[in-house]
């Protein structure tokens, strides 16, 4: 089984992944008691926040508990705002005292710190083994060159097969 994927330019796809993990948990696909939602590269932590509180009215609108945490990742920008399901950590995805902040298993993993292809396969390698083995993992700026250059489709064949 290759690793499971979603990749998104706007907004109303990044939703569409969030209602995928929530669905996948009112189908029974997972039981956690807590949903682990991670984005690396939060930056100032605006996308972070909105979907924290989509998901909130989301669950209330449902009359569903909404338990879960959003993690968010920067090396550079602190949020500009708090909010109680926000955790944030400062540093390099990649340092161990981040990496071991965010307890296993997370159900959603979104991928947006830095763009190039190297930055992006490290980061998928390293929080890949927490994904949930049903989680989704969500790329940003990887189909078309938004932010510079960008690595294509047809790289991301060599990561197929690593969460097997």
């Not at 965010?102 to 890949?128: E, G, R, S, T």
């Not at 083995?133 to 690595?151: R, S, T, Y």
């Not at 790289?155 to 097997?164: S, Y």
Request: hydrophobic content about 40%; some cysteine.
């Amino acid at each position: 089984m290759a690793f499971p994927r979603l990749f998104f330019n706007d907004i109303r796809r990044l939703y569409e992944s969030v209602r995928v993990v929530i669905n996948r948990r009112d189908a029974g696909v997972y039981n956690p008691d807590l949903l682990r939602f991670v984005e690396v590269g939060s930056n100032e932590g605006g996308t972070s926040l909105h979907l924290i509180r989509w998901m909130e009215e989301y669950f209330r609108n449902r009359d569903q508990d909404s338990n879960f945490l959003y993690y968010g990742i920067d090396m550079q920008q602190e949020p500009h705002e708090t909010h109680e399901k926000f955790v944030f950590l400062k540093g390099y995805s990649f340092d161990k005292a981040v990496y071991s902040a965010i307890p296993d298993p997370i159900h959603w993993l979104f991928i947006d710190a830095c763009h190039c292809k190297q930055c992006v396969v490290k980061d998928v390698l390293v929080y890949l083994p927490k994904l949930h083995p049903n989680g989704v993992l969500v790329f940003h700026d990887v189909a078309e060159p938004i932010q510079g250059k960008v690595a294509q489709w047809n790289d991301w064949k060599e990561l197929e097969g690593v969460h097997d």
